[in-house]
């Protein structure tokens, strides 16, 4: 793959943060392709999530420039992220239990029919496009289930079609396998295939160093707030990973 | 963009939901909906006088006096609230309208302008002191929704906390304006004023015929607006509906509000079939609400309750006492029994959930 042309869907620049006197990330560049599953691996306080909020809109960074797309971004909340095509599906999936898969997926950006004044929703319209996601992403799950009855795999899609509904160029996937079983696993890896094809990047928070190995074409590996290592999969392997996470190996 | 399919997906190992599985089948409301049904035919064989049109009038009005109460509280259970409030509003909402509405007809009142022909100038058009009375016991009732909502929306207090303050704020706010005494609807729109809340069109009790129009708005806008969604998103995971930027503070508010004022109404029509608004108006009647929301299959934890359920919750309500009334038992029965009631519909769900 030649990235030398092709302009970065995300470029942070000498990003730090500091939470009074604690420094939690420090001097982190990088850059994110489109097309791109780049794997962000780490420790327990390392830096993941703060960097993950930074990229979200829920922090601001203390130092840095954050370029998306090529321009400079500023994010003062969530929704401001959210509006450049920047999304992030949540370890814990933020879904609706009592609602239905294509309620979920929508939720927020409900599709409405006008009557007069009045404005209802359009069951149909949304249900037709939800079951035209879970296709895109070959996931068994029909719009009209209750997400309280689904499996983990299921949820995870219907988690990421919300991603797919407003066109996101980056979705950041924060811990997508922790919880669920190997055949899901297999699943949600397949989900960010599908995202990948389609042009996305991902980012892919984890500590499962098979799944990162399995679909990343990138990995960055974070230790005490700063960029430890920054390669292409195949030139590392996950016992390099393993060694820079815990310090064994100071830097690659 | 998106591609084009290359295939349908098949549902090769998800099954699909039976109908008996799913929407109100499997709903306490729907089992709930199956007992009244039986207790409905037992009533019929024990008791000669329950179907008759009397009766089943008298049934009508009778469950209307807390069923407009119970749809706006299922709102706020549907997110996951509670509103403690709702007897000390009916209250407050109905002594406000009757003392506004004596207070404009009675001439030599410092607040109104004398006409010429010895009436008040707002007497002359009738229907305006109505008009400006209700407004005036809906506009009492919509602040104290707006509290409750501030406090719990913005201010993050505990919906229990907060309403139960409210509970006693506007009662004790219901002695002050009347001094403990209770207020008569008055002057010469009082005739408007019974015939819109204890008259009958074609038979029907208009309490009644308020609760169907109010019903069928709620389940248009749970089931077809966003707002609704919204609502029943709020219930289901709060946090997830905050993540996916819904305005959580506004809809909060908005529930709020709407309980307060479907109380106000209901405490207005309460007076009209009373013929006065006393201080001790409706006490405790916020216990009968929450009960026949939550037998009506509301679930307290939010996310689940509808307008069915609240009517049904409060038909069931009403046909045990009338039936306890018929068959001649102690009305002491009454309220043991509601309890029962209350644990046995919880329990069937629970026993229910826990088989499939």
């Known amino acids: 793959m030649t990235k030398a042309d092709a302009t970065p869907v995300l470029e942070l620049t000498g990003i730090g943060k500091e939470f009074g006197a604690i420094r939690a990330l420090h001097d982190v560049d990088m850059q994110v392709f489109p097309g791109e599953v780049v794997g962000l691996m780490g420790d327990n306080g390392a830096g993941k999530s703060t960097l993950v909020k930074i990229i979200a809109g829920n922090f601001r960074p203390t130092h840095g420039e954050m370029r998306f797309a090529g321009s400079a971004v500023h994010f003062n909340r969530p929704v401001d992220a959210r509006a450049v095509g920047i999304e992030v599906v949540y370890q814990d999936l933020a879904l609706s239990d009592n609602l239905t898969a294509a309620a979920n997926v929508f939720l927020g950006r409900e599709l409405k029919r006008k009557f007069g004044p009045i404005a209802l929703l359009d069951h149909k319209a949304m249900a037709a496009r939800a079951l035209e996601l879970f296709g895109e992403l070959r996931s068994e799950t029909r719009p009209d289930d209750l997400v309280k009855q689904m499996s983990g795999g299921q949820r995870q899609a219907v988690a990421i079609a919300r991603t797919r509904l407003s066109n996101a160029r980056l979705v950041m996937m924060d811990e997508p396998t922790a919880a669920i079983s190997v055949r899901q696993v297999e699943q949600v890896l397949g989900l960010i295939h599908r995202l990948k094809e389609q042009g996305v990047a991902v980012m892919l928070i984890s500590h499962r160093m098979p799944d990162v190995f399995a679909v990343c074409d990138r990995v960055i590996v974070m230790r005490r707030g700063e960029k430890r290592a920054d390669k292409p999969i195949h030139e590392t392997s996950p016992e390099e990973v393993t060694a820079l996470i815990t310090g064994a190996k100071e830097a690659a | ?356």
């Not at chain 2, 809906?138 to 406090?151: D, E, P, R, S």
Request: proline content about 4%; glycine content about 12%; hydrophobic content about 55%.
């Open chain 2, 1 to 356: 963009m998106a591609m084009p399919m290359e295939s349908p997906i098949s549902f090769t190992n998800v099954g699909k939901i039976r109908w008996w599985q799913r929407g109100i089948f499997a709903s306490q409301t729907g089992y709930v909906l199956l007992a009244l049904a039986v207790l409905l035919v037992i009533m019929h064989f024990a008791s000669p006088y329950f179907f008759t049109e009397g009766n089943m009038q008298n049934v009508a009005k009778n469950f209307s006096f807390i069923a407009i109460a119970t749809l706006g509280v299922t709102f706020v259970i549907i997110t996951g609230g509670i509103d403690l409030s709702v007897g000390s509003m009916m209250c407050f909402s109905a002594m406000i309208t009757s003392m506004v509405m004596t207070e404009l007809s009675a001439p030599g009142s410092p607040l109104v302008h004398m006409a010429a022909d010895g009436k008040t100038v707002l007497a002359n058009v009738p229907g305006l002191i109505l008009l400006i009375s209700l407004l005036a016991g809906l506009g009492v009732a919509l602040i104290a929704g707006l509290v409750n909502g501030f406090c719990i929306a913005m201010l993050g207090l505990s919906p229990f906390v907060t309403t139960l303050g409210m509970l006693s704020i506007v009662r004790g706010l219901g002695y002050v304006v009347s001094n403990g005494r209770g207020s008569f609807p008055g002057g010469p729109d009082a005739d408007y004023f019974y015939a819109l809340t204890s008259g009958d069109v074609l038979g029907v009790p208009v309490p009644f015929i308020y609760l169907v129009i109010l019903a069928l708005t709620m389940a248009v806008v749970l089931h077809h607006t966003s707002f609704g969604r919204h609502v029943f998103a709020l219930g289901g995971n709060e946090k997830a509906a905050e993540l996916t930027g819904i305005p959580v503070v506004r809809v909060k508010i908005e529930v709020y509000v709407i309980c307060a004022l479907a109380a106000g109404l209901q405490g207005i029509i309460i007076s009209g079939w009373l013929g006065s608004a006393p201080a001790n108006m409706a006490t405790s009647y916020e216990l009968n609400v929450i009960a026949a929301a939550v037998i009506g299959g509301a679930n307290l934890a939010g996310g689940i309750g509808g307008p069915l359920g609240a009517i049904v919750g409060c038909v069931l309500l009403e046909v045990i006492r009338n039936g306890l009334v018929l068959a001649q038992v102690s009305s002491y029965w009454q309220q043991t029994l509601v309890g029962v009631i209350i644990i046995l519909a919880v329990l069937v769900d629970r026993i229910r959930s826990r088989m499939t």
